[in-house]
């Protein structure tokens, strides 16, 4: 089955520096790639996901890129502000009705 | 619309004791899943129902059994708690691909 890695698993940064986080995959069948952000104490929400055909997609401050043939996706979010701290992951799968398969998560830290 | 909602919030147990998770959307999602997460392991799933009807394993299924009452409602059941299912449990729904997640139960067995 399909296998998601991800680092680093924590990542601190002062408040409007750049962050990066960046997810393998094992499924070359994969064409689905979306983040998740969790704020402490709650739910999981998509903030952005990108489909195989598309090498880039931005939505303001957070942007995705995939590289297919590396196999290889990451998250950027610039000028980063304190309400971006939270836990980020990054999951594939093969689309449509198919399930995720999600890293183990980043923990991200924005010092004022 | 509540999107999904799950019940309890918080739940104790005792080693042996069962309890059922409920899970329920109001956005006419077919597949719902149910996941597990534990510190530093992401999330796990558990297991998911592609459709009213269907249900099928995830990564993780062993002490788990399910059961899709109907299109909205997707329950996960305990049969003999174990402190290995100390976790945070979420469900999500979905159409196509992204998955809308409940508030979560935190399950602590003793």
């Known amino acids: 089955g399909e296998n998601v890695e991800q680092h680093p698993s924590t990542l601190s940064v002062q408040e409007g520096d750049s962050a990066v986080i960046k997810c393998t995959y094992s499924d070359s069948a994969s064409n689905y790639f979306p983040w998740y952000k969790q704020e402490l104490g709650k739910r999981p929400q998509l903030i952005i996901d990108i489909r195989s055909n598309v090498g880039e997609k931005k939505d303001q401050r957070i942007a995705v890129t995939l590289n297919k043939t590396a196999k290889h996706f990451s998250l950027h979010i610039t000028e980063t502000q304190p309400e971006d701290s939270a836990v980020y992951f990054c999951?594939?799968?093969?689309?449509?009705?198919?399930?995720?398969?999600f890293g183990k998560g980043t923990m991200l830290l924005v010092s004022p | 619309n509540a999107g999904v909602t799950q019940t309890p919030k918080f739940q104790v147990l005792k080693t042996g004791q069962s309890m059922t998770l409920q899970c329920a959307q109001d956005m006419n999602h077919n597949s719902m899943y149910w996941y597990r997460q534990d510190p530093g392991m992401g999330l796990r799933l558990i297991y998911y129902?592609?459709?009213?009807?269907?249900?099928d394993k995830g990564e993780v299924p062993n002490g788990y059994n399910v059961s899709r009452l109907n299109k909205r409602e997707f329950s996960l059941r305990l049969e003999s708690a174990a402190p290995s299912q100390t976790s945070v449990y979420f469900c999500?729904?979905?159409?196509?691909?992204?998955?809308?997640f409940g508030p979560g139960t935190r399950l602590t067995v003793l």
């Open positions: 129902s592609a459709s009213e009807g269907t249900t």
């Open positions: 999951a594939a799968s093969m689309g449509g009705y198919s399930t995720l398969t």
């Open positions: 999500a729904s979905s159409e196509l691909d992204e998955q809308f």
